[in-house]
């Protein structure tokens, strides 16, 4: 519908703008045309061959005669008037071409050269009546062109409608193949159910016979469980009075221990409290703990020396000391820094609430499991 309604209005439309646009361009070159040869040739005028009026009249007359658009029912219109108001053309008067005499063709030679001075002034009107051949061409063009548009849309549509009945009719026929195929599914369906019911109900009675064999056995097996469970009462008691028996054992065993300390040990013990006493004097901001002397006095005299270059750079600038890694202990406990000294040598330490440093293990790599060990039991 829409198309229907543009195939009509738009012929219409470009009927009368393509009559602006003949009618324009005309103008355009009439008036160009015309305003170059509509005087003629002043030597005839100034010699009084021929009157003004009558020169304009057989040029523009003639030049009109020649165009194809006129011919065609363009209307042109042309006027020349002076600057006083005289109609030089259309010429109003005609005269009937005649011999002039001498005194005549200067008479004439006259007035020509008085209108010339004059300026006469051309205007050209074009306008293309609704009934010229022209215009009616025109138009018949843009119908035939609206028409070929229907035509080719409406072949268009065809081909569009038999392509949208011919894919129906395919769909059509995919949906009745499904169809088929759907039922017989359903049929080998029911089939398929039916043989499962058929087993269903078998299985129940199965099931029913199981469920009475189990009873019996469940009431088999809590007999077996009741004595099971007197054993396992029998045997933890055993259980616990050899425990109570081992505790005493190592309570006996590390009474006898103690009593008993190695002389190297006895050693070990005064060197850590004297690098406790002398680091606690010279370093105010660090806390050594036993664990950390006692693994420095075990290091060599060269690692001692550079152990101790870490001590005092964690007492006056610990911003500055290189951290290999965080080592977590237990849920509560500080989290401990693992700093490396002399390549092999390690050292552990950890801020105080009070934000000093205690420096809790030292020793090598070989004693890192260890002292690892003892950082999660803190």
């Known amino acids: 519908m829409r198309l229907l309604v543009l195939c009509v209005v738009v012929p219409i439309a470009l009927h009368v703008l393509g009559g602006y646009a003949i009618e324009a361009y005309a103008k355009r070159k ?9 005087i003629g040739s002043t030597e005839l005028l100034f010699a009084g061959s021929i009157r003004l009026a009558d020169a304009i009249t057989r040029n523009v007359d003639g030049y009109l005669d020649g165009q194809m ?4 029912g363009l209307s042109v219109k042309v006027t020349v008037v002076t600057e006083a108001g005289l109609l030089l053309y259309p010429n109003v008067f005609p005269e009937q071409p005649t011999m002039l005499e001498t005194r005549q ?44 548009v ?19 009719q395919n769909e059509i026929d995919r949906l009745r193949g499904i169809e088929q195929r759907a039922s017989e599914n359903l049929g080998r369906l029911e089939i398929e159910r039916s043989r499962l019911t058929d087993q269903l109900q078998r299985l129940s009675r199965e099931l029913e016979c199981e469920k009475q064999r189990v009873s019996v056995a469940e009431d088999t097996m809590i007999e077996e469980m009741v004595a099971l469970e007197e054993k396992l009462q029998l045997n933890l008691a055993l259980q616990n009075e050899k425990n109570e028996e081992i505790a005493k054992l ?11 300390i190695h002389p190297g040990d006895r050693r070990r013990q005064k060197e850590a409290a004297q690098v406790i006493k002398r680091f606690k004097a010279l370093y105010k901001g660090i806390v050594l703990h036993e664990r950390a002397a006692e693994g420095f006095s075990d290091l060599t005299d060269e690692m001692q020396i550079k152990a101790e270059e870490v001590i005092y750079q964690l007492n006056h600038d ?13 849920k ?17 330490f950890s801020r105080t609430p009070s934000n000093s440093i205690k420096v809790l293990a030292i020793g090598t790599k070989h004693s890192q499991e260890r002292d690892l060990a003892f950082l999660e039991k803190l």
């Open 318 to 330: 610990p911003d500055k000391v290189v951290i290999k890694r965080k080592v977590f202990g237990k």
């Open 69 to 72: 658009l006129v011919g065609m």
């Open 250 to 260: 190592k309570g006996e065993i590390d009474r006898y221990g103690s009593a008993e």
């Open 30 to 38: 009439y008036s160009r045309e015309i305003g170059s040869l509509y």
């Open 105 to 148: 063709m200067l008479q004439v030679a006259r007035e020509n050269y008085q209108l010339l001075n004059a300026r006469p002034t051309l205007r050209v009107d074009v306008a293309l009546p609704s009934n010229a051949g022209l215009s009616l061409a025109l138009l018949a063009f843009y119908v035939v062109a609206a028409l070929g």
């Open 150 to 168: 229907l035509a080719f849309n409406y072949r268009r549509g065809m081909n569009v409608a038999r392509e949208q009945d011919l894919h129906v």
């Open 332 to 348: 509560n406990s500080a989290t401990a820094f693992e700093v490396i000294f002399a390549y092999r040598g390690r050292l552990y």
